[in-house]
């Protein structure tokens, strides 16, 4: 199996895209529609990915949204189901614990082509993911959250921000030249600093659409030879709450004649967000 860059690499040619979909599927806002449904977060992200699979460079379901019984499950399918529309999946799981539990945290690679990890343990709690040579894996860098700067902002006594001293520190555990960065589009300068500190290191930029953070910077300096990822979540899967308002769960009853209507109207949304996502990033490219 060639290394998770390279299967990217050729994604993100195939599909002329640099777009991460996130699978961020909110209990709460999965439609009436669906309710159900076996798995509704699965019946849910199946049309999403219908939608969407053409504009996809890969797909990013965060953990956070599956961590119960029928979520695993829900999860499971849905990573099968991407990989056979032939996108990658990244797990967004942002693990990392002491060597023993992230040597079981790293077995969630065995069905994913890439994960998120957290640094804050050092280099022995993400040997287990790095040593995946064939993996991705993307450590957290500068955070997208209002927060993000909070601890990512402080100068070491060398003067740096710790955000750049996390990266240079990546660019050491890269000796798989399978290590991401992940940065947020809402600190623009902060991603033209770490491009500059890593020119070689793909970054998964997540922020743009509901964080509202700037598409031009985050694929100007996200990808490192072409190569990276900038995230959507909400601003796609649930772009149908504007389409089909009475969908979403708790919203109102749009009636059973209402729904094959609602739920073409709705997923077709999704599919044209990934889709003016991919040509904006496009223009940056
Ligand atoms: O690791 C991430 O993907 C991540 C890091 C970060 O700094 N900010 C951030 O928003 N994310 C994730 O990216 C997704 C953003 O979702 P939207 O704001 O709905 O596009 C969520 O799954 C977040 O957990």
Redo the contacts with the bound molecule.
Sequence with gaps: MTAFFDRLRERIERVDSVVSV?L?ADPDRIPDFLADRDLPRWAFNRRIIDATHEHAACY?P?AAFYEDADGWRALRETVAYAHGTDVPVLL?A?RADIGNTSRQYAALLDDVDAI?VTPYMGRDSLDPFLSRADAGVFV?CR???PG?ADLQDLELASGEPLYRRVAALADLWNEHGNVGL?V?ATAPEELETLRAEVPDIPF?V??V???GGDAEAAVEYGLADGVGLV?????IIFAGEQRSPNARSGAGNAGEDAAAGDEAAYFGAAGEAAKRLKKRLNRYR
């Design positions: 996130g961020d990013k965060n967004d942002k998120t957290l955070p997208s959250n993000g992940v947020g998964l997540p922020g659409g509901a964080q995230n959507s979540s909400r601003g």
